[in-house]
Nanobody
Framework: QVPLVESGGGSVQAGGSLRLSCVAS????MGWFRQAPGKEREGVAA?????????YYRGSVSGRFTISQDSAKNTVYLQMNSLKPEDTAVYYC????????????????WGQGTQVTVSS
């Protein structure tokens, strides 16, 4: 498995922005997940890395988060705007083979996680 290398994260006030980065190559699907204290890990956004680069979003982040890819840098980004305290979590970069990039349960390659904290 090709390792996933994450960067970004940190602490911001509500309404602020952060950008996460994940360097990886060779996976047709890349995604971002998060896990808040006491909660299960959930898919946040995903993208197909082929020709069409179709994005997928969890409903609660749609319109605030944007997933994108820079093929030249083998990097997938998660731009997070209008952050809310409920967005506080450890965010994980993830990857999978095959199609169905919006199938959260099929992701099986994980980064180490990065903390995002949003204060009110």
């Amino acid at each position: 498995q090709v390792p996933l290398v994450e960067s970004g994260g940190g602490s911001v006030q509500a309404g602020g922005s952060l950008r996460l980065s994940c360097v990886a190559s060779g996976y047709p699907c890349m995604g971002w997940f998060r896990q808040a204290p006491g909660k299960e890990r959930e898919g946040v956004a995903a993208i197909s890395t082929g020709r069409y680069r179709l994005p997928y979003y969890r409903g609660s982040v749609s319109g605030r988060f944007t997933i994108s890819q820079d093929s030249a840098k083998n990097t997938v980004y998660l731009q997070m705007n209008s952050l809310k305290p409920e967005d506080t979590a450890v965010y994980y970069c993830a990857a999978k083979s095959g199609a169905s990039c919006g199938s959260w349960d099929l992701y099986n390659v994980w980064g180490q996680g990065t903390q995002v904290t949003v204060s009110s």
